[in-house]
């Protein structure tokens, strides 16, 4: 077959001479088939489904070299014969009694007849599948962003084959009697492909008035890029409709059909769907929303996205921001459907709420009726100021010419199908050595093979892209309907009242200062919280941040404390605990009176431990450190340090320390941390430090905002200061095979932990100070529950220590998204029995496990599987 001129260039050159049969499909039905190497494989070896890197599809152009395209097959390639296959065209007896004339094409006679040249984005309906499924796990297989491809396609118009060869009885005369109008609405145009599946050969339908519409450039294509088309493109003959998705472009095309009605094909209802967000395949299957054509996903909605920076790139912040020069060149694609043109493509860096216009390079010149059916590129020169971001993201967003554009939130559907939410890429800051700000560019999801996970990590939903708006309430009014309100408003007070509750109040005793200090024991803990008086004590046992952090306020105005602790949920519960208010003074009064405890001097602390239970003290920020892109490692010394450094820190081993410190608004924050490492050597014995989760701003739509204290941590350079109080916490493994949990000891042989996320440091130090002691012979044994392996901290610590004392510590990682790139010996999902059956020490008397990690692991995960197993609830505790 003669190769013929191109419209546009294409650098084939770059690509096709790997283009071999692949080592990797030797085994398989499609061993014959060549293949770039570099193709990332989504469905494993066999059936072969990929996609081309993002950025290399774009480095290869406008149009993409063949042996890059995209590849969707439900099955093994056919292997189909140019002078043996035949193309059979048929119709129902009614129309063939109208004239339809059923036919069986050759390959040489389709090209013998006039042909077109198209040139298309050829795009999967799951393009972006990826940030679905970690989102929930749809039907489909996780697609990135590389499910899109451009090429020249030639091929014989769809319509002249009907109308010329077919002798479909329909004339476009306008005059024509209406009595005599052939009903080409009703018709619909079935494709067969020569694939053998499971259920059949794949096949589908498009509206017949759409392949006879001369301006949607409907052909048969029998070459692409001016080659005939490879296997995996549908050779001989497959079928191109521009602006819709790859689905309905049936490949290896053997049988076309007019028909009344939609194809009966399994596939054009089981695949290609936009279901409703609540629909699961279970509900799917049960209720028959596969057969509502409502949900046929057609033509392509509007698409963008950011590929360069790619996920992992790096670079350093340019020092001088102020010169408004680009500092980086962004760049991505965008495309849309219905032959509408791309118009413009924005950036943001502020979350949405202002957008910047991208530079459009438009390659393609539209058909000559108008339509737009290729992709664009886009770049954007940003300045070093718009990467510095606060916000630490950036995203990007198309529109067409009808005004559409990408919607700000992922909307989950069970197939994963049609995913256009704008595209977002967080920008992570890393200080390097010499003081440079290194950014490190993560996108959403990751190319199957990169080393580290995206942005979303399984189960993560995306964020908005403008954070909810607070809108205030008009004065004096207390319709919150329609606004989006904030729960625990710092000025609000937090255990607000109704007019009940200030009645009860009224009625309630009125207490000194002097009269509530003397209830500061477990037997009797009372608080101040905003002029009220609260006696604790029977909620102390059951109390999520234990007993302890309690009593370490009991006795006074913990106004400050309390409100920098806790959740507005649990500031609403402090109304139980009420038993009256302060007598005296104005609030204001009475808190320059108690005030929050001012920083202890070290004179007042001269030889004790820096850690005092009940006084706040000064400690700086001596080095910090990126672990990884969401967890940093901060030591701290005592800021008053004395010169001889003989005074310890007082931590004991399992317990915890609070630290104190102020949110950008002067909001103060108090959160529980335990500390990994103490240091040995007596000249630095007053140290710790700590690796803390960031949980940051704009990652979850259910915590716009992220996290405090840790943001907080996260913001402080070396040098800054917080306030410590400690120790705190009931559990403690003061020596060898000893345990004291509360006031009890335990004599131990196996010590389990069962810890999930930053959960793994109360484990850690125990683990590592007890493999230290020669004299401990403590069996340790760790269940250690996490998002992904990206997020497994102190991994090679534990790993390493494990190996050191295969004996004496067992070590079990399980993740809810295993790796791609890495063989997983680990467990999958939450913890279950057979887990903690496996890799927990048997119940026994000597046996104990330590629990620390979300709520929800810890009570519907941890102590369910425990119970199982035998332990009694003597045996295991929280940290
Ligand atoms: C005994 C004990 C020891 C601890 N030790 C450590 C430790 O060593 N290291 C450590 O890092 N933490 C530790 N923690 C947890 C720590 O106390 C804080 O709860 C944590 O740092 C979050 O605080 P925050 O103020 O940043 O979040 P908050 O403002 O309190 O947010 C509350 C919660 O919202 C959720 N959240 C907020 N933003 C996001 C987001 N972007 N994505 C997902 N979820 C989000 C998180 O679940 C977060 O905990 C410990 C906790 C306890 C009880
Ligand atoms: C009756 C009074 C109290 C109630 C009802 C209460 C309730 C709670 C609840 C529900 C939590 C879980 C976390 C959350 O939802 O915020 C919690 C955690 C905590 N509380 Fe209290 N609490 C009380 C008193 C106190 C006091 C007086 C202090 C000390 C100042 C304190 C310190 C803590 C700490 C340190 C945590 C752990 C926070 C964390 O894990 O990040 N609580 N409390």
């Not at 810890?755 to 109360?762: D, L, Y």
């Amino acid at each position: 077959m003669k190769t013929r001129k191109l419209k546009y260039e294409v650098d084939e050159s770059l690509y096709a001479e790997d283009v071999v049969p692949d080592p990797r499909d030797a085994k398989t039905p499609d061993a014959w088939v060549p293949r770039h190497p570099e193709m990332v494989r989504l469905t494993g070896i066999h059936p072969f489904n990929a996609e081309a890197p993002a950025q290399k599809l774009m480095e290869a152009g406008f149009i993409t070299p063949t042996s890059i395209h995209y590849t969707r097959n439900h099955g093994p390639v056919p292997k189909l014969d140019w002078d043996s296959h035949k193309l059979e065209i048929v119709a129902d007896e009614e129309d063939v009694a109208r004239g339809f004339t059923n036919v069986s094409l050759s390959m040489d006679e389709l090209i013998a007849l006039p042909s077109v040249s198209v040139t298309a984005t050829l795009t999967c309906a799951g393009n972006r599948r990826k940030e679905e499924n970690l989102t929930d796990k749809t039907v489909g297989f996780s697609w990135n962003t590389g499910a899109v491809s451009t090429a020249q396609w030639r091929g014989v118009r769809m319509r002249d084959v009907l109308l010329k060869l077919c002798n479909l009885p329909w004339r476009s005369d306008e005059d024509e009697d209406e009595d005599d109008e052939y009903p080409l609405e009703e018709r619909y145009l079935w494709m067969v492909g020569a694939d053998d599946l499971p259920k059949g050969n794949y096949g589908t339908c498009i509206p017949l008035g759409l392949a006879m519409n001369l301006a949607s450039d409907v052909i048969l294509a029998f070459e692409v890029n001016g080659k005939p088309l490879p296997p995996d493109r549908g050779y001989p003959v497959r079928v191109v409709v521009p602006g819709w998705i790859g689905g309905r472009m049936v490949k290896w095309l053997k049988r076309l059909e007019v028909r009344k009605g939609e194809s009966d094909s399994y596939y054009h209802y089981f695949d290609n769907r936009i279901l409703p967000p609540g629909i699961t395949k279970e509900l799917a299957d049960k209720e028959g929303w596969w057969m509502r054509k409502e949900y046929l996903f057609n033509e392509l909605n509007i698409n963008s996205a950011i590929v360069t920076p790619f996920h992992e790139d790096t670079m350093v912040l340019p020092k001088t921001q102020s010169e408004n020069k680009p500092a980086l060149t962004l760049k991505g694609y965008a495309y849309t459907g219905s032959g509408k043109r791309v118009t413009r493509v924005e950036v943001s860096f502020d979350y949405g709420h202002t957008w910047k216009l991208a530079e459009l390079h438009v390659q393609e010149r539209p058909s000559r009726y108008g339509m737009y059916w290729c992709w664009v590129h886009w770049s954007y020169e940003a300045t070093a100021e718009e990467l510095a971001t606060p916000h630490r993201m950036m995203h990007c967003r198309a529109w067409d010419q009808s005004s559409n554009t990408q919607p700000n939130r992922l909307t989950w559907n069970v197939m994963g199908m049609g995913n256009n939410c704008i595209f977002g890429v967080r920008i992570d800051h890393r200080v390097r050595d010499d003081g440079s700000t290194e950014l490190c560019f993560v996108h959403p999801t990751q190319e199957a093979g990169m080393s580290t996970v995206g942005w979303m990590t399984a189960n993560h939903r995306p964020p908005a892209a403008v954070p909810p708006v607070r809108i205030p309430d008009a004065p004096g009014s207390d319709d919150t309907e329609g606004s989006s309100v904030s729960m625990g408003d710092d000025d609000e007070d937090p255990a607000q009242m109704d007019e009940e509750d200030l009645a009860l109040l009224k009625s309630l005793p009125e207490f000194t200062l002097d009269e509530v200090a003397r209830h500061d024991t477990e037997e009797s803990a009372w608080i101040v919280v905003r002029d009220k008086v609260y006696d604790c004590t029977p909620f102390m046992e059951d109390h999520p941040g234990g007993p302890a952090s309690i009593l370490m306020a009991a006795g006074a105005d913990a106004t400050e404390d309390v409100e920098a602790i806790h959740s507005p949920k649990a500031l609403g519960m402090l109304r139980d605990y009420l038993i009256g208010r302060l007598a005296s003074a104005p609030l204001a009064k009475q808190l320059e009176q108690v005030s929050s405890e001012p920083a202890a001097t070290p004179q007042q602390m001269q030889n004790q431990p820096w850690l005092q239970p009940k006084a706040w003290v000064d400690f700086e920020i001596v080095s910090k450190e990126d672990i990884t892109s969401n967890t940093i490692l901060l030591r701290f010394a005592p800021r008053h340090r004395d010169e001889k450094r003989e005074r310890p820190l007082g931590l004991p081993v399992g317990m915890h320390v609070m630290i104190k410190s102020k949110m950008p608004d002067g909001s103060p924050v108090i959160r529980p941390y335990t500390p990994i490492v103490l240091a040995a050597r007596s000249e630095e014995r007053d140290e710790f430090t700590m690796l803390v989760k960031v949980y940051r701003a704009n990652e979850h739509p259910k915590f716009p905002e992220g996290g405090k204290m840790s943001q907080v941590l996260d913001s402080l350079s070396e040098g800054s200061f917080v306030q410590v109080k400690g120790p705190c916490g009931h559990i403690q493994y003061p020596c060898a095979g000893q345990l004291r949990v509360g006031s009890k000891n335990i004599e131990i042989d196996n010590l389990g932990f069962m810890c999930g996320g930053t959960g793994i440091t109360p484990a850690f130090r125990v683990i590592e100070s007890g493999l230290a002691n020669p004299d401990d012979k403590t069996v340790f044994w760790l269940i250690y529950a996490n998002n992904s392996t990206a997020d497994i901290a102190l991994r090679a610590e534990l790993d390493e220590m494990a190996a050191a004392h295969p004996d004496r510590l067992h070590v079990f990682y399980t993740v809810s998204n295993p790796p791609e790139d890495e063989v997983w010996k680990g467990g999958i999902g939450f913890i279950n029995e057979d887990m903690v059956r496996a890799n927990m020490p048997p119940a026994g008397a000597r046996n104990f496990v330590g629990l620390c990690g979300p709520p929800p692991m810890i009570k519907f995960a941890c102590i369910p599987s425990l119970e199982k197993i035998g332990y009694g609830t003597d045996r295991f505790d929280c940290f």
